[in-house]
């Protein structure tokens, strides 16, 4: 007994041809069970870049200010103000100049802020051209922390690899902070010590 065939259909022993799956749009490639596994992990390319590793670095930049700005005389130049206050006769409040290296540390985090935007542009651009299917959007590092855990989460699904900037970027943040602290707090220690024994 035979069976009949039907345009773009296989004839199947021991029952009717169905037609064959067709892609749902023009262009649209068709996959066993019609359903599309996604883009296989490349492995072979590796999710490291210069321009990363820079961001992830970037925050220790923050310490710079520490270098360039007199703490101790700083906070001890606030004191001396908020003692003094207003004038009684004219009601003004004495205006303390801002120290010229915070002016240039606030500079250099600006710097770094949009430096970081133009690195994970090269970052992404990078990582597309190297093979490896739609990247982070970098436009997610107007939001820093945002654009390096995304970008590490998508890097480890699309090639394995990948969270060690993440774990490097946590840590040096981690520092920066602890070290801030620990010189401000030293700072306005010495300050308060100086201020009791006066």
């Known amino acids: 007994m035979t069976h009949p065939s039907y345009p773009g259909g296989d004839q199947q022993p021991g029952g009717p041809a169905y037609p064959a799956q067709q892609p749902a749009y023009p262009g649209q490639p068709s996959y066993p069970g019609g359903s599309d596994p996604g883009q296989p992990r490349r492995t072979d390319v ?17 310490l710079l200010i520490f270098t360039m700005v007199d703490l101790h005389a700083y906070l001890s130049d606030i004191m001396r103000v908020a003692e003094a ?10 205006m303390m100049p801002t120290p010229p ?59 394995g690899r990948g969270l060690a900037p993440l774990v490097v970027y946590i840590v040096v943040v981690v520092g920066v902070f602890v070290v801030s602290s620990a010189i401000v707090a030293s700072a306005v220690g010495a300050v308060a010590s100086t201020v009791s024994g006066s």
Do not use: E, H
């Not at 590796?46 to 923050?62: A, H, M």
């Not at 206050?85 to 004495?94: H, I, L, N, R």
């Not at 051209?129 to 997610?140: K, L, M």
């Open 101 to 159: 290296g915070l002016l240039i540390g606030q500079l250099i985090s600006w710097a770094a802020y949009a430096l970081t935007v133009v690195l994970a542009f090269f970052d992404w651009r990078t990582l597309r051209n190297r093979g490896i299917d739609r990247p982070f959007p970098w436009p997610w590092a107007f939001l820093s922390l945002v654009y390096v855990i995304g970008r590490s989460v998508v890097v480890k699904r699309r090639t």
């Open 85 to 94: 206050g207003a004038d009684p006769s004219t009601g003004a409040v004495p």
């Open 46 to 62: 590796s999710p490291s870049t210069p321009f990363f590793w820079v961001i992830v670095l970037l925050p220790l930049t923050g």
